[in-house]
Every structure is written in structure tokens, then in C-alpha cells.
Antibody, heavy 115, light 106 residues
Framework: QVQLEESGPGLMQPSETLSLTCTVS????????VGWVRQPLGKGLVWMGT???????NYNSAVQSRLSISRDTSKSQVFLKMNSLQPEDTGTYYC?????????WGQGVMVTVSS | DIQMTQSPASLSASLEEIVTITCKAS??????LSWYQQKPGKSPQLLIY???SLADGVPSRFSGSRSGTQYSLKISRPQVDDSGIYYC????????FGSGTKLEIK
């Protein structure tokens, strides 16, 4: 069955670079896009970016200058890297399979940015 | 960017009511509209995609429709388990979510 699982550090310092991994199973990254969605604590959902089946990427303009999404198809992993972290980057980060909508989601990983 | 205006922000309904949540797009989005349910501490779950298509395993009491650039999610005879926060998402262009509707079923 389709599964996605996020992993990464829970606590980051301001100005550091966040690295998250989304490990997928049950589908191929060369046939499906995977997106990242952030949810600040107690707030709504924000799309951050997507890596498509062909390897191209799209980013939310609000974070585009700080964000990079890549993948390793041999390991079925998608990576999110975001630099210059600020406290407002605190939240839960989800990866989700993305065929024009998000049909399967990971459980999310909570990231706190604090000194 | 396309704005999605979701309403109401919160809603309380009984088991016998029909619940309707709407999202109005700031421009046409060609039915690239999906709906999600999120329960506390859980990931969002897909309910409706392409404006009207029911996702696998979703009860038939959920339905989606469109009138102009306004999209609606309807829950007929809701269950207590349908309580949660509902979001719309447009994927016609740079993806944007609605602000969410907190639904309580009494």
C-alpha cells in the first residue's frame, strides 16, 4: 500500500538549514509527484513545493529563495532543504503524494525553530 | 496567486442537518479543487478531488459541487466522527489552501 514517512530533526536554531526526508513506498517517484505542506501550530495548511515525476520542481514564491526539493529515486526518498530558518518556520511538515491533489499523506514531522 | 475564500470559519451542526462548506476562487480554476478533512493531531485526508469525485473509501454522505467559481462540500446526515477541520485546495496554478472550517457535529 501507499505510504509516506517524514523524518528529520525536531529542534533547529534560527539561521540553520533544515533537512527533511520523505521515504515513500507503494509507488514510484518516477511516476508520481511528491509535495511538501507546512502547518504552523494551530493554523492552516500551506503548500511549500513539489517535485514532479519527471524531476522538475515548483515552489511557493514565499519560500522559493530558501527552499530546495530533490529526490533519490533509487532509495524512494524525497528531500526538503530550507535555509535561513526563522521562528515562523516552526510547524508540522508533511509530505504527500501529488497527482494534482494530495491523495496520500505522511504522518508529519514537527519542527521547532528556537534559540 | 489565486485566493480561496473559505466559509464559514466554524460551524456546529446536528446529526440530522445537511452541512455545507464553501470555497470561492478569485478566478476560474477549471475544477482543480480538492477537499480535505483533518482531525486533531492527524494528517489531512483527501475527501473530494476534481471538485466532484469522491476519494476511495470516503463515505457517500460527502459530495462536492460547483457553481461558477464557488465550490461546495456537502455532508448529508453527518456523523459525530465527521467533526474536524475541513480545507479546500486549488491546484489550477500555484497551490493555495482555503483557511479552513472547524466543524463540530453534536
Amino acid at each position: 500500500q501507499v505510504q509516506l514517512e517524514e523524518s528529520g530533526p525536531g529542534l533547529m536554531q534560527p539561521s540553520e538549514t533544515l533537512s527533511l526526508t520523505c521515504t515513500v513506498s507503494g509507488f514510484s517517484l518516477t511516476s508520481n509527484g511528491v509535495g511538501w505542506v507546512r502547518q504552523p501550530l494551530g493554523k492552516g495548511l500551506v503548500w511549500m513545493g513539489t517535485i514532479w515525476a519527471g524531476g522538475s520542481t515548483n515552489y511557493n514564491s514565499a519560500v522559493q529563495s530558501r527552499l530546495s526539493i530533490s529526490r533519490d529515486t533509487s532509495k524512494s526518498q524525497v528531500f526538503l532543504k530550507m535555509n535561513s530558518l526563522q521562528p515562523e518556520d516552526t510547524g508540522t511538515y508533511y509530505c504527500a503524494r501529488h497527482p494534482d491533489y494530495f491523495d496520500y499523506w505522511g504522518q508529519g514531522v514537527m519542527v521547532t525553530v528556537s534559540s | 496567486d489565486i485566493q480561496m475564500t473559505q466559509s464559514p470559519a466554524s460551524l456546529s451542526a446536528s446529526l440530522e442537518e445537511i452541512v455545507t462548506i464553501t470555497c470561492k476562487a478569485s478566478q476560474g480554476i477549471d475544477d482543480y479543487l480538492s477537499w480535505y478533512q483533518q482531525k486533531p493531531g492527524k494528517s489531512p485526508q483527501l475527501l473530494i478531488y476534481d471538485a466532484t469525485s469522491l476519494a476511495d473509501g470516503v463515505p457517500s454522505r460527502f459530495s462536492g459541487s460547483r457553481s461558477g467559481t464557488q465550490y461546495s462540500l456537502k455532508i448529508s446526515r453527518p456523523q459525530v466522527d465527521d467533526s474536524g477541520i475541513y480545507y479546500c485546495l486549488q491546484s489550477y496554478s500555484t497551490l493555495t489552501f482555503g483557511s479552513g472550517t472547524k466543524l463540530e457535529i453534536k
